[in-house]
């Protein structure tokens, strides 16, 4: 499975945008890139996912670069709510299993 | 909510002893993973089922089995346990096989001490 690396935490201010970086320079060209979060005491939450185009959904934005080495999960405007841990994993084409790294951990400060 | 439920929420034994954790995933979806997370350890997959069928497996223990049945439901056995398997234990669905095209729907775990 292609490898993604995260910084281990980020903090921000509220309402203010958030932009949560993922290298993955392994990755093959059917990889899709998926976001998921964890707040505290909770199941692993889905974010958002994308191939190649960035993508849009209500709760974030996903930039992927150009040649698909990195991507960046991007918050608008970051609540006290949004404080969790933040995994970008690769899963695998067979869709077979998901390996989770460590994520990069958010703080909001009010 | 995600439509995936787990029971029992908190489970608290000896060791040495055996658990069934289980899992319900969301309508219409055909796939199971189950994944284990300690203090230390992070998000571990542990097997994946698919209509059935195991399809994957990862950092799962021998004394460790699953297995999911007709009507989709899936179950996860833990034997012979020790303190170390003390942990959260998640299950996930998905509509089935399609890569990464879809999303995991994630349980709300089941919290497994052993004392």
């Given at each position: 499975d292609a490898k993604t690396t995260q910084p281990n935490s980020m903090e921000s201010n509220e309402e203010e945008p958030v932009h949560l970086p993922c290298n993955h320079s392994t990755i093959?060209?059917?990889d899709y890139i998926h976001w998921y979060r964890q707040l505290?005491?909770?199941g692993p939450e889905y974010v958002i996912h994308g191939l190649t185009s960035n993508v849009n959904n209500r709760m974030a934005s996903l930039a992927i670069a150009e040649d698909r080495k990195s991507s960046t999960l991007i918050l608008h405007r970051a609540t006290l709510r949004d404080a969790a841990v933040y995994y970008c994993i690769l899963p695998d084409t067979g869709g077979f299993k998901t390996i989770f790294g460590a994520g990069t951990r958010l703080f909001v400060k009010a | 909510d995600s439509g995936v439920t787990q029971t029992p929420k908190h489970l608290i034994t000896a060791?040495?002893?055996?658990?069934t954790l289980r899992c319900s995933p969301r309508s219409g979806d055909l796939s199971?993973?189950?994944?284990?997370?300690?203090?230390?350890q992070g998000l571990q997959f542990l097997i994946h089922y698919y209509n059935g069928e195991e399809r994957a497996k990862g950092n799962i223990l021998e004394r460790f089995s699953a297995q999911q049945f007709p009507d989709l439901h899936s179950e996860l056995n833990l034997s012979s346990?020790?303190?170390g398997d003390?942990?959260?234990?998640?299950?996930a669905s998905s509509?089935?096989?399609a890569g990464g095209r879809v999303e995991?729907?994630?349980?709300?775990?089941?919290r497994l001490t052993v004392l």
């Open positions: 093959s060209g059917t505290p005491s909770q | 060791t040495g002893q055996r658990v199971v993973y189950w994944y284990q997370q300690s203090l230390d346990l020790e303190l003390s942990a959260l234990y998640f299950c509509p089935g096989l995991q729907f994630f349980g709300p775990g089941t």
